[in-house]
Structure formats: structure tokens, C-alpha cells
């Protein structure tokens, strides 16, 4: 137990701090804003690029893995979405924020810094193309969906080059494109340079971490929804569960990777979640409580899936042969 206390404790004490220093100064949700940007537009994109740029070119091409995984997500969104829409009388748009809830987890903040810390730096490949495209897949789905339920501000036809823009424009998309090149034409930076990103890489995982414990204790809970009796389990439990038997059953993947797909699987609902709800204005509160609940409980349940890792307990492949 103290061995799973001192992998664990750097994570969420991590978080903690973040959360400690927010009650203690009194600092707005506001005064995080340059925080987040350095995290988003440079700390995390250069840490994808560097170990990206390093990596073999084939270990990139693993499209069993991707096309897994991103199975496996928009499943566990289509049960959850399912769910809401025969609880909430045919509510398309709140539905697509539940779905969203349950399958969509915390793999740009949290993410990369748990699976690095807890699984070696090697763990940056596949975070990255997980987290590429499964943001492709959640930022097409959610503005699709709003926009057949009527809830969109724009003709379809802007929305949809909005939609492409901020995929094909995100920090974190654009460092993977260009560490992907990097290493298929085996690019090396100069040293100046490469000492600068190693600086901004190792910046990455602290400060994420730091900016989510911010969040949670300036975002205050009033109530706990009834739909979190469903969403959260599924979030915490169902989608680990089901990405490990999927990744299984598919193929014989590096342990690495399979551990490292699982792990973003159980992490809490995204940040980014509650910003859609906030955006489409629907099922704001609960998105929300969903963000705070989920992450406040991960830290029991990561705990024990890192456990389970780290003692060998769980198999790496369920289905070998």
C-alpha cells in the first residue's frame, strides 16, 4: 500500500496543492487564464513533439490501436447519450453534454501527466494519438449533434468550418503533425532549441496537474444531479473496463500501450465538457458537478488501476493467443 501511496501521492498532491492555493489566496478563476495558456499552447505541445519527433516512424502507424479506441469511446458515448435520451424526453442536446460526460475523459490536462509520471515518457506516443483523435471524434459529434437538435448559433455550413478549424488548429493536434514529420524525416532540433522544449516538457505535467486542482475548488457544487447515478460509473468503471477487453480481444499490443489507453479511459470527465454545456447552454449545472464528482472519485479508482499495474495484477493482454 505504501508503494501505491508514493506513485499516486506526486499526482494527486499535485492537484491538492492546486486546490489548497486557490482557497488559501482568494484568486479568481480568471487569474488562471495565463496558466492555461502556457499549459495548452506550449508546455504540452512541446512535450508531444519531443517525444514524438524521437519516435520510430512505424510505432506511429498502429491504426488497430487508434481504430480500437476510438471505437470503444464513441460506444460508451452512444450508451450514455442513449440513456439521457429516453430519460430526458428527447433531449438531443442535453444528451449529447451526458454522452460526452461518460466518454469523454480529462486526457488533455490529466492525461499526459498521470500516464508519464506513472508509466515512463514512452507513454507520451500513444497519449498523443489518443488524445488527437479522440478530440476529432468529440468536436465533431458535439457542434453535429447541437445542430440538429436547433441548438447552434450559426448556419450549419459555418459551423462545420468552425468545427475544422479548431481541429485542425489546436496546439496539441498541430505539435503532433509536426513531431510525426519530424521523425519521418528524421529531424533533429538544434541544441539551443531542443534544450528550450525539454524545458517546456518538463513543465507540462506539474502545472496541468497544479491548474486542476485550481478549477475544482473555484467551480462550486449546489447540488448532485440524479443523472450522475449512470454517468460517473460509466466514465470511472465501464469505459476502462470495455477499452481493456476491447484492446484484448483486437490484438497484441505493446503493454504500454494498452495500459496507457486504459488508464486515459478511467480518467474523470473533461474540463471541456462543461465548456460545451456552457457554450450550448444545456445541462450546464450537472456538466459541471460531473467534472467535480467524477474527478474527486478517479482519485480512488486510478488509484487502484495503477495499482493494479504496478503490482502486475492485471494481465497484459486478457485474451493472449
Known amino acids: 500500500m505504501l508503494?501505491?501511496?508514493s506513485l499516486i501521492f506526486p499526482l494527486f498532491g499535485l492537484i491538492l496543492l492546486g486546490y489548497l492555493s486557490a482557497k488559501i489566496t482568494g484568486q479568481s478563476?480568471?487569474?488562471?487564464?495565463?496558466?492555461?495558456?502556457?499549459?495548452?499552447?506550449r508546455a504540452?505541445?512541446?512535450?508531444?513533439?519531443?517525444?514524438?519527433?524521437?519516435?520510430?516512424?512505424?510505432?506511429?502507424?498502429?491504426?488497430?490501436?487508434?481504430?480500437?479506441?476510438?471505437?470503444?469511446?464513441?460506444?460508451v458515448f452512444l450508451?450514455?447519450?442513449?440513456?439521457?435520451f429516453f430519460t430526458t424526453q428527447r433531449n438531443i442536446a442535453d444528451s449529447t453534454i451526458q454522452g460526452l460526460a461518460g466518454?469523454?475523459?480529462?486526457?488533455?490536462?490529466?492525461g499526459?501527466?498521470?500516464?508519464?509520471?506513472?508509466?515512463?515518457?514512452?507513454?507520451?506516443?500513444?497519449v498523443a494519438l489518443i488524445f488527437c483523435f479522440e478530440n476529432v471524434m468529440h468536436f465533431s459529434i458535439a457542434p453535429c449533434l447541437m445542430a440538429i437538435s436547433g441548438k447552434r448559433s450559426k448556419e450549419t455550413h459555418r459551423l462545420f468550418v468552425q468545427v475544422i478549424k479548431s481541429i485542425l488548429l489546436h496546439p496539441f493536434i498541430i505539435a503532433t503533425i509536426f513531431g510525426v514529420l519530424a521523425a519521418y524525416f528524421q529531424l533533429s532540433l538544434p541544441q539551443s532549441l531542443s534544450q528550450l522544449m525539454d524545458y517546456l516538457a518538463q513543465s507540462a505535467a506539474p502545472c496541468a496537474l497544479f491548474a486542476m486542482g485550481v478549477t475544482l475548488a473555484l467551480r462550486p457544487l449546489n447540488r448532485i444531479p440524479g443523472s450522475l447515478s449512470y454517468v460517473v460509473p460509466t466514465k470511472l468503471i465501464l469505459h476502462p473496463l470495455a477499452m481493456y477487453l476491447a484492446l484484448s480481444l483486437v490484438g497484441d499490443f505493446d503493454p504500454l500501450?494498452?495500459?496507457?489507453?486504459?488508464?486515459?479511459?478511467?480518467?474523470?470527465?473533461?474540463?471541456?465538457?462543461?465548456?460545451l454545456a456552457q457554450q450550448y447552454q444545456c445541462w450546464v449545472e450537472r456538466a459541471s458537478a460531473s467534472v467535480l464528482i467524477s474527478t474527486v472519485i478517479s482519485v480512488l479508482t486510478v488509484s487502484l488501476l495503477l495499482y493494479l499495474i504496478s503490482h502486475g495484477l492485471l494481465p497484459e493482454d486478457y485474451f493472449p493467443g
Not at 466518454?103 to 490529466?110: K, P, V
Open 103 to 110: 466518454a469523454y475523459g480529462n486526457i488533455g490536462y490529466m
Open 79 to 84: 450508451f450514455v447519450f442513449s440513456i439521457g
Open 3 to 5: 508503494e501505491i501511496f
Open 257 to 275: 500501450w494498452v495500459f496507457s489507453a486504459v488508464l486515459l479511459a478511467s480518467l474523470p470527465t473533461a474540463t471541456n465538457v462543461f465548456v
Open 44 to 75: 504540452l505541445p512541446a512535450l508531444f513533439f519531443r517525444i514524438l519527433s524521437k519516435t520510430p516512424i512505424e510505432q506511429l502507424a498502429s491504426w488497430e490501436f487508434i481504430v480500437t479506441n476510438i471505437a470503444v469511446t464513441f460506444l
Open 112 to 126: 499526459p501527466a498521470l500516464a508519464i509520471l506513472a508509466l515512463g515518457e514512452k507513454a507520451a506516443i500513444p
Open 29 to 41: 478563476l480568471e487569474a488562471l487564464g495565463w496558466l492555461n495558456t502556457f499549459i495548452i499552447y
